[in-house]
């Protein structure tokens, strides 16, 4: 399916935030790879409700904190959190092209939704100064019933001819943990450390995991279907991915992420 930018509609921070503890342990495993840039200038690509980037700014004692989104619903959120060096924007992460250098740029569950990666993390690494950060957390769980059915529905009609010729494009944004070592490496960051982990989640139901993809992997369909057929979507995908789990209750959600962190050589003065 055509993904030229990130989604920026249908995101619906009381839907997200139904999983706010779940979706934040990754957050906190990334952050804690971060050292701290006292006086320094950090960005947080895909800051959502803006919690989190409060969270950030504070670990990294940076002098400004800015966290970039796509969805003003989030930003809506976030901004009564600025002050003291934090600030929120609107930006298409898809776009970055940092006019001025950061000391760290910080991404947790939000690079998965652009289109070329790779070539993204090249950009990211340009608007880092000497002895800059890059913190990365991408989802890999394509191969999860909750992902993996929603992609074999999109590929039933009546919704493939609105969703075009791969439904599951922004799954294939994701590359296996091994290849992101090489890219960190080819792009010239002295550091770096690259993983897989498995996080397990103890929901009430097999049930929940519907409310959970609602929140995020399904945006992307809904954001090309019209909402009629987005409706009869969630119903398919609700019955499917029921046979699919089977009924239990509770039910525990297993979900691979890929975390990285990377420090270019170098080093100058945080901030400068």
């Known amino acids: 399916m055509p993904h030229e930018t990130v989604v920026t509609k249908g995101w619906d921070p009381d839907q997200y935030s139904k999983f706010a503890a779940e979706r934040a342990k990754p957050f906190f495993d990334l952050l804690a790879m971060v050292k701290p840039v006292p006086g320094g200038d950090v960005i947080d690509l895909g800051c959502g409700t803006g919690e989190l980037t409060a969270r950030l700014h ?113 799954a294939h944004a994701v590359c296996p943990p091994e290849r992101y070592a090489e890219l960190l490496n080819s792009i010239g960051f002295e550091d770096q450390h690259v993983r897989l982990q498995v996080y397990g989640h103890r929901l009430a139901s097999t049930a929940a995991v519907v409310e959970w993809t609602k929140g995020t992997t399904l945006l992307r369909f809904q954001s090309l279907l019209p909402p009629d057929l987005f409706g009869l979507f969630v119903e398919r995908y609700r019955r499917r991915l029921g046979e699919a789990l089977g009924e239990q209750a509770p039910y525990f959600y297993t979900f691979k992420r890929i975390l990285f962190w990377a420090r270019l050589p170098g080093s100058c003065p945080p901030g400068r």
Do not use: C, Y
Not at 73 to 89: I, Q
Not at 141 to 161: I, K
């Open 58 to 170: 504070a670990h990294t004692q940076a002098g400004t904190t800015v966290g970039v989104d796509a969805s003003e619903a989030m930003l809506a959120k976030a901004r009564p959190l600025a002050g003291d060096g934090l600030r929120f924007d609107s930006s298409d992460i898809s776009r970055f092209d940092a006019e001025s250098s950061f000391d760290v740029v910080f991404a947790n569950a939000s690079l998965q939704w652009v289109p070329d990666l790779p070539r993204l993390l090249g950009r990211l690494a340009a608007g880092l100064r000497p002895g800059g950060q890059l913190a990365v957390q991408v989802p890999a769980n394509a191969d999860h019933p909750s992902q993996a059915v929603a992609t074999a529905v999109a590929q039933e009609a009546p919704f493939l001819r609105h969703l075009g010729a791969d439904p599951a494009a922004s």
